[in-house]
C-alpha cells in the first residue's frame, strides 16, 4: 500500500448506470488529483484539487463529476458513460502542488459496457 | 504545449542484463524529472528523480541520466531482474505555469526481464 487507496478495484458499470470512484489518503497531504489511463496513452490529468477546492478541470466531460469533502478524501461521481470511458482511473496525491512527484493509488479498472 | 514522450514502447531483456529506457522531453525549462515504475494491476510508483542541475543519480541498481543539451532522460537498471518486469515512464515538471506545477508523463516503456 502507497497511502493512497481506491475502491473500488474494479467496476462494470452499464451506460446508463450511476457510480461513483472513491480515493482516500492518510498522507497528510493537500493536493488530490484524478488520472485516467487508457492503453498506449499517456496519463490524462482530469481534475486536480488542493485543500478541497478545485483547480483545475482539464477540458473534461460533465458526466464525470468529481467531489473534494476534505483534503483526505475524492470522489469521481460517473455518470451516462460511454463505452470509450473504459480505462484505469487513477487517484494521486502531493503534499502542495509537489514539484517532487505525486503518490498513486493503484486504480479502479473501469469497463463500461 | 510541452510534451514527454518515450522512444521503445516495449523493451526485453535477460535476466542479469542491464536495461536502458529513453525518454525524450521538449520543454527546456523542466528543472525536475521523475521515473515511476508500474506494474501490473498497480498504480505507477516513485523510483528516482533528477533535478536539472544535475546529470546523473544513482539509486540502488537504477541510475538516472539527464542532457539537457539533448533534452534526453535515461533510466539504466543493473541486473535486470523478473521483478523489474514492468512499465516504466518519465515524468517532467515544466515548472511554474498559471500559478501551479503538474507533472507531465510520458507514454511508457514496457520491459520484459526474460529468465
Known amino acids: 500500500e502507497t497511502g493512497v487507496t481506491q475502491t473500488p478495484r474494479h467496476l462494470v458499470m452499464g451506460m446508463t448506470n450511476k457510480k461513483s470512484l472513491k480515493c482516500e489518503q492518510h498522507l497528510g497531504h493537500n493536493a488530490m488529483y484524478w488520472y485516467k489511463q487508457s492503453a498506449k496513452k499517456p496519463l490524462e490529468l482530469m481534475f486536480v484539487y488542493n485543500f478541497k477546492e478545485q483547480t483545475e478541470n482539464n477540458s473534461v466531460p460533465s458526466r464525470f463529476s468529481p467531489e473534494c469533502p476534505n483534503s483526505s478524501h475524492l470522489f469521481l461521481h460517473l455518470h451516462t458513460l460511454q463505452p470509450e470511458d473504459s480505462a484505469l482511473y487513477l487517484c494521486a496525491s502531493s503534499q502542495g502542488y509537489s514539484r517532487y512527484g505525486y503518490t498513486f493509488g493503484s486504480g479502479t479498472r473501469l469497463t463500461v459496457v | 504545449g510541452e510534451s514527454v514522450g518515450l522512444h521503445l514502447p516495449t523493451l526485453s531483456v535477460q535476466e542479469g542484463d542491464n536495461s536502458i529506457i529513453n525518454c525524450a522531453y521538449s520543454?527546456?525549462?523542466?528543472?525536475?524529472f521523475i521515473w515511476y515504475k508500474q506494474e501490473s494491476g498497480k498504480g505507477p510508483q516513485f523510483i528516482i528523480d533528477?533535478?536539472?542541475?544535475?546529470d546523473k543519480r544513482q539509486g540502488q541498481r537504477v541510475t538516472v541520466l539527464l542532457n539537457k543539451t539533448v533534452k534526453h532522460l535515461s533510466l539504466q537498471i543493473a541486473a535486470t531482474q523478473p521483478g523489474d518486469s514492468a512499465v516504466y515512464f518519465c515524468a517532467e515538471n515544466p515548472g511554474t505555469q498559471g500559478g501551479s506545477e503538474k507533472l507531465v508523463f510520458g507514454k511508457g516503456t514496457k520491459l520484459t526481464v526474460n529468465p
Open positions: 520543454n527546456s525549462a523542466s528543472d525536475y
Open positions: 533528477i533535478r536539472s542541475n544535475m
